[in-house]
């Protein structure tokens, strides 16, 4: 009597429709429910599996090495490689010092006060040879000039005193320094502790020229400007009247001019003619004796369409050599001179390709697992 009532009322098609619908989801939530359980008895089972063949209950893997279930713990199974430990990172400095200019240091991450005015000149001393120690008469003769008082040595003492408060203000008492630490009968600063904007100056400076040496004049030029944006007026310029510091200031001195030059090559490799016209003629004037920095102004004017006062440039250059020193200028000039009146085609700028970048790897999307 019931079925005879079910049928009747699926007569309709309407009806068995919806009758077909229903009995598709209860199909489903059973697929569903199955299929929970059967993962629950297999991680069951791998587990107890687990247990019985190590003897003790199963660890989880550490990140990034899956444990092997069949092998104890610090044990590695036959023909598998040890994993190699992480390279360890070396400290960040706890000090930063800029001596490409007045003496600053930056501790933490914020500038501190450096004190003094011979205070500030004895950190720019030893700025000057981190990683090595000056001796305390050394410092007492640059520091007073020839002409130290009798208390100079205390005065000293006292100056190192206070640089070891402000560049380690979290040092406990009675713990050794890390930054300026004595050695033997002199101070010095512990490289590891601190990074100075020489090192940085220098180390751009390479990069820029290699990446010169390898066609990529854009690369060049954004490392040549890193370089000199470093520079804020003559370097340790506390202590740039001291002896001692004298040959690396003048090194560096003579780096930055060769620098400036090699943004300038860097600009006319790039195509920016007009820019490095602009930049030459003030470096020029300033340093008129500099051949490579006359030969690029010479380029640089004839590049940018101005032939006539190339050929100034050169011929005034030329002049002076001959009165203020007797000498000829170098093969390179007397060669672009000519070439400039000979219109030679190897003088015109020729774009070069930028270097093109590695393509990203493509990672496929993950498949999803089915139900």
């Known amino acids: 009597m019931a079925n005879e009532r079910v049928t009747a ?49 199963r660890t989880p893997a550490t990140p990034g090495h899956a444990q092997d279930a069949r092998h104890p713990a610090g044990e590695r199974p036959p023909n598998r490689p040890a994993p190699h430990p992480a390279p360890a990172l070396a400290p960040a400095p706890a ?11 930056v501790v933490g991450g914020r500038p501190v006060d450096l004190g003094a005015p011979k205070q500030r000149a ?29 208390a100079a040595l205390s005065s000293l003492h006292a100056y190192v005193a206070n640089l070891r408060r402000v ?25 590891r502790s601190v990074d100075v904007d020489v090192d940085r100056f ?4 390479a990069l820029a020229w290699q990446l010169q040496e390898s066609g990529d004049p854009h690369g060049a030029l954004r490392a040549f400007d890193q370089a000199l944006a470093l520079w804020r007026g003559p370097a340790y310029a506390e202590a740039a009247d001291s002896a001692y510091v004298r040959p690396d200031s003048a090194r560096l001195h003579e780096l930055r001019l060769s620098v400036t ?12 003619h007009e820019i490095a016209v602009a ?15 006359c030969e690029l102004l010479g380029l640089a004017l004839y590049r940018a369409g101005r032939q006539a006062e190339a050929l100034a ?7 002076r050599l001959a009165q203020e020193l007797g000498i000829d200028p170098r093969p390179a000039l007397q060669r672009l001179q000519q070439q400039i009146l000979h219109h030679a085609p190897s003088l015109d700028w020729h774009p070069r390709p930028r270097p093109a970048r590695p393509a990203a790897p493509r990672v496929r999307p993950p498949v999803a697992a089915p139900l």
């Not at 220098?202 to 400076?205: D, E, P, Q, V, Y």
């Not at 090559?265 to 790039?270: D, P, Q, R, V």
């Open 313 to 319: 440039v050169l011929r005034t250059h030329q002049r």
């Open 122 to 150: 004895l950190l720019a001393l030893l700025a000057s040879t981190v990683g090595r120690p000056v001796a305390c008469d050394v410092l007492v003769e640059e520091l007073w000039t020839g002409s130290p008082p009798p």
């Open 279 to 293: 930049d030459l003629e003030a470096f020029v004037q300033d340093h008129p004796l500099r051949e490579y920095g």
């Open 95 to 105: 000090v930063v010092l800029r001596a490409l200019g007045p003496i600053e240091a």
């Open 261 to 272: 030059e090699g943004r300038c090559a860097a600009l006319l490799a790039a195509g920016a």
């Open 9 to 57: 009322g699926l007569a309709s098609p309407g009806a068995a429709h919806a009758w077909r619908i229903a009995e598709l989801e209860r199909e489903v939530r059973e697929l569903r429910r199955t299929n929970t359980l059967l993962r629950t008895y297999v991680a069951q089972r791998l587990d107890l599996d687990a247990h019985h063949d190590t003897g003790r209950p």
């Open 202 to 205: 220098t180390g751009r400076a």
């Open 167 to 191: 560049l380690e203000p979290h040092r406990a008492p009675r713990t050794p320094p890390t930054v300026l630490r004595t050695s033997g009968r002199g101070y010095l600063l512990e490289r």
